[in-house]
């Protein structure tokens, strides 16, 4: 099942790369909303959400 | 090319020292806010470039050749090597809070020059030093966490102290922050019925992505997007309905125990249902809301209108009383320095990071970003009138409950406020009353609503600004709130399955209600403390809560100074060493004078014995004798608290300088 906020998505591997620098910037740019957003680790499935979220229990969560 | 870019630099720091200069050395004349910005940008450029680098090449000796836990261990789980962007995202999501949006505000109270100072310096020096170190300490132990690092390289009493640390200070946090939603939507039955009405709209999200349209994330999104732009509207349609207004207009008790049910309900119910959607919808507002909060700085750039230094610096603050030192650097706190950032440096971060050097970028760089949130909540009050922002965050207790009465107060202690002026603006912001609306909120809403409405449609749409930013802040806070409770559930799960086995499954139901109901209830009754205090709460939690959260980033510093002791020259410790000496000094400092001072708005154990003394002459009315009784002990549970933070905090420093002697011998 796909899971395009959970932090397994495979886009998140690639190397950011462009022809320009405003390609380059919008790539990065995006790749960083995405994980700002992805941090709510927002899945398609809720087993999975829970189940990640309960095994990261320890490390994560909003600070101050 | 190299002689160019030196240049550059070269210019960036004039810039940078010519602006600082500006800002500390301008005295009555207007000076605009874009000083801020620009001195803080190069401060922070200057950090990054050299002092960052220094770290990374000459103390950590980043390599990128040394596989990171997440390319060793990588398990599609929990550990997944991802594009450094995004890593930063994720880091920056995880930490930014609203700790660097309330504490500038309530430190202004002093001027606006110690809080930027701080801010600018602390962070490059300290805040951002102690994040980065964490970062690669854990990247270089397979992503151990902080507690775990600290038994393992301090000792075991040490980590000990460390986990009981870490959930005391979790639960102050949640009350406090619980406080400031309680201030911010009292009275206000717009702010009311728009913060409610998201709770429903991400269940709905949640239901719609997960039952009605499984894996739609796009459409729930504008779903829930459009939702809340109606919520914010109906709002106004509420508040000016006589019949529905009623069912808003709730007292602070009542919203209190709303937030602790919330709470409750949202650490036991599955996250898909609730948490998650929520957060998610979270995240767009906040990173657009901080996004447009620096565009209307940068077109707006309005003049700051506090003065750099008030008479409040001798420790007589109507906000919170305390001087100047420690009182503004514990109250700062997340803009500068922040102990919570280790637990993300050291949690999911590090399982995350596919190359080493990265780790300076995330773990440095975010906190540069935080810091400039911090800087951004400053202008957001030093933009308002100083007789403003005295109204607004006063307890009534010092300024009475009429304009009239404040008015002369408040133009008594040298800020000139206008009483007709101060009805005008609550009438355009759309609210019945600004007086005592304290925790930070409604002033940095009303900041924010100034730069919003100048910058686009004007003081028609100051109302609908105004809401929004309180929308924007309580989506903030109820965030951490309810992701904190869920962590803390676990953490209690842990420490119970400790004694009995079955009470540490996470899928267990009897116990996780029994884990949620004990954790909501520690943050649950230092919320309910904050509503009965009667100098309204902020002024007794926000010092407590900085000592706790300052506290946490001194255990982090010892850790960071005992890994580089070991692991790199001796002289290089002093890195992280330094800002640890001034959080030592800061906080112990602090917490002395909260539990020990003679001055009753200032020491617990004082106000709780001036209490006890009235009780026994029969000063105190009946109908108030109980609550009195609850507020003397609620002052010697404080103080009870702020000790254990502090013998926790010795405990693991003296353990760790054990280990320095022991080092340092060879």
């Known amino acids: 099942m796909r899971t395009s906020f959970a932090p397994s998505n495979p886009e998140r591997e690639q190397p950011l790369r462009g022809p320009t620098s405003l390609r380059r910037f919008l790539a990065a740019l995006r790749a960083f909303l995405h994980g700002f957003v992805g941090h709510t680790a927002l899945p398609h499935d809720c087993a999975a959400a829970r189940h990640a979220l309960d095994r990261q229990a320890s490390g994560r969560g909003r600070c101050c | 090319m190299g002689a160019l870019r030196g240049l550059l630099w070269v210019v960036v720091s004039i810039l940078g020292a010519f602006s600082l200069g500006t800002i500390a050395l301008a005295r009555g004349e207007a000076l605009s806010s874009a000083w801020f910005l620009v001195a803080a940008v190069c401060i922070y450029a200057l950090g990054y470039r050299f002092y960052s680098r220094f770290l990374a090449l000459r103390v950590f000796a980043l390599d990128a050749s040394r596989p990171t836990p997440a390319v060793r261990l990588a398990d599609g789980k929990d550990f997944i090597p991802s594009n450094r962007w995004v890593v930063f995202g994720h880091h920056f999501a995880a930490i930014a809070g609203p700790g660097p949006l309330v504490g500038p505000i309530l430190a202004a109270q002093f ?26 300490g854990s990247l270089r132990r397979d992503g151990k966490s902080l507690g775990q690092m600290v038994r393992d390289e301090i000792g075991p009493i040490g980590g000990a102290a460390a986990l009981v640390g870490v959930l005391a200070i979790m639960i102050i946090l949640i009350g406090v922050l619980g406080l400031v939603v309680v201030n911010a939507m009292f009275g206000s039955p717009w702010a009311t019925s728009t913060v409610g009405a998201t709770i429903p709209i991400a269940i709905l999200m949640g239901i719609y992505m997960t039952r009605i349209r499984p894996g739609r994330v796009l459409e729930a999104t504008v779903l829930g ?8 509207f109906g709002g106004r349609w509420i508040d000016e309905n006589e019949a529905l207004r009623v069912y808003f207009d709730l007292d602070k008790r009542t919203i209190a125990l709303s937030i602790i049910a919330y709470g409750f309900i949202a650490s ?7 948490l998650a959607p929520r957060d998610y919808l979270s995240a767009f507002i906040k990173i657009g809301t901080v996004a447009l909060l620096a565009a209307g700085l940068l077109i707006v750039h309005p003049p700051v209108q506090l003065p750099a230094l008030t008479q409040f610096i001798d420790g007589s603050g109507p906000v919170f009383a305390g001087k100047l030192f420690p009182f503004c650097f514990i109250t700062i706190a997340c803009g500068a320095i922040s102990g919570f950032h280790a637990l993300i440096s050291s949690g999911t971060t590090p399982k995350l990071l596919a190359s080493e050097p990265d780790a300076r970028m995330i773990g440095y760089g975010a906190m540069l970003m935080e810091s400039f949130v911090a800087i951004m909540a400053l202008l957001s009050a030093a933009v308002m009138e100083p007789g403003v922002y005295f109204a607004i965050n006063s307890p009534a207790s010092l300024i009475g409950t009429s304009v009239a009465e404040a008015a002369t107060t408040i133009s008594g202690w040298g800020f000139p406020l206008d009483a007709a002026a101060l009805e005008r603006l609550t009438s355009e912001i759309g609210e019945h009353s600004l007086l005592s609306r304290t925790g930070g909120a409604p002033s940095l809403a009303v900041g924010m609503a100034e730069i919003f409405s100048q910058a686009l449609g004007g003081p028609a749409v100051k109302a609908i600004w105004y809401h929004f930013a309180i929308m924007f802040e309580a989506l903030f806070i109820l965030t ?21 086995a079955p009470l540490g499954r996470t899928s267990n139901l009897f116990s996780n209600l029994l884990a949620s109901a004990l954790i909501v209830s520690g943050w649950g009754y230092f919320l309910y403390q904050g509503v009965v205090d009667p100098l309204g709460g902020i002024n007794t939690l926000w010092p407590l809560f900085g000592i706790a959260n300052q506290l946490l980033a001194a255990t982090a510093l010892a850790l960071a100074t005992t890994i580089v002791l070991k692991t790199a020259r001796p002289i290089y410790a002093l890195a992280p060493a330094l800002p640890l000496a001034w959080l030592l000094s800061v906080t112990m400092t602090a917490g002395v004078q909260k539990i020990w001072d003679p001055d009753r708005r200032i020491g617990f154990l004082a106000q709780a014995d001036h209490l006890a003394g009235q009780l026994a002459s029969g000063l105190i009315a009946p109908d108030k004798l109980a609550e009195t009784q609850i507020v003397i002990f609620n002052n010697r549970l404080d103080a009870a608290v702020t000790a254990l933070f502090m013998v926790l905090v010795t405990v693991v420093v003296c353990d760790a300088a054990r280990v320095w002697r022991r080092t340092l011998r060879g």
């Open chain 2, 111 to 136: 001027g606006y020059l110690p809080g930027t100072l701080y801010i600018v310096i602390g962070v490059v020096l300290g805040g951002a030093v102690q994040d980065f170190t964490i970062l690669v």
């Open chain 2, 268 to 274: 036991v119910l599955p996250v898909w249902l609730l």
């Open chain 2, 225 to 232: 997007l459009g939702l809340v732009v109606l919520a914010l």
């Open chain 2, 480 to 500: 951490t709130l309810d992701a904190g409770t869920r962590v803390g559930r676990f953490m209690v799960q842990d420490l119970l399955g400790q004694m009995y």
